[in-house]
């Protein structure tokens, strides 16, 4: 039997240089239909591929320089392509107790996405991988639910979003404008507008959509729940070369961007293992005082996302700049206050 992994990571780079999102999409598909006993012809291959018989002539070359065994034969006349016989595209998968572990995180990891394609899309795949284990392997997989728990508080609704977020992925993979009725929670009425979607982005237990919006012609990030319909439109678009997302990411602290700013809190001797314990933003700096109190640094975009993280400390932590932020928290905690008297 030819083995399949080694030869996957040479599709893979063989694959960087080709076009994205619907080529490498026809190609997965082109394996699948040459893997059958009978295999097909160029002319088949063509109507279900539904392209031109020189790009499936195309595919073939750049399946083959991968180092897929693509072979043909001669039948009654008439030339069929098919893999050699033996080799398996979906080789029998042999995973190890860590892996196992793994994949079962990731399930977890994603379960706040419960309801959407892509959570359907994973437990469809555990199955397919739980079906290939051996039966005391595949035990011990369901049954790390007793030992590993994995929980994840505010979790968003995306039961509803199947058709939206089925059609944003493809949208960003194809490089397709999608049309979007976008309802904004401090608008009356939802708004229709047009983006060029560069990315989803998974964060913070929350689905978002990033791209240049057409009506504000400014790059946006969009709630995914709060879309309530997507199209596709028959224009295609290119990410512009200065769009870089790492950098993009770096200046929120957590979905909103913009210009940097420095902020400075003072965290009490009693939070400061807590806070030495995680990353809260990649631009973070931390110092400690004498009394064993920490100052943090952060340079992030939106005041508005570090307040409301702020608030849950209480008096544990302390603004020192901007002193606009701290203003707004003492602003926010009287009005919390009077809020809370009034009950």
Known sequence: ????????????????????????????KLMQLLAGHIGRTLAQLTQELGVTKRTVQRDIEVLSEAGFPITSDMRNGTVFWHLIEGFHAEAPISLTLTEQMALYFSKGLFKPLHGSPIYESLESAMRKIGSQLPAQSFKFLRGLGQGIAISSFGWKDYSHSKEVIDTLTRAVFNKFTAR????????????????DPYRLWYVNNGLYLVGHDHRENALRTFAVERIQSAKLTNRRFEIPPDFNFDEFQKTAFNVIWGEPQEVKIRFSASQAPYIRERTWHSSQQIGTATDGSIILTLRVADLDEVKRWLIGFGAEAAVLTPAELEMEIADECRRMAKGCNSL
């Open 1 to 28: 039997m030819v083995e399949c992994g080694s030869l996957v990571s040479r599709f893979r780079r063989v694959g960087t240089s080709m076009p994205r999102g619907d080529q490498l999409t026809r190609q997965w």
């Open 180 to 195: 979007i009725i976008h309802h904004a929670p401090y608008r009356e009425k939802a708004t229709e507008r047009e983006v």
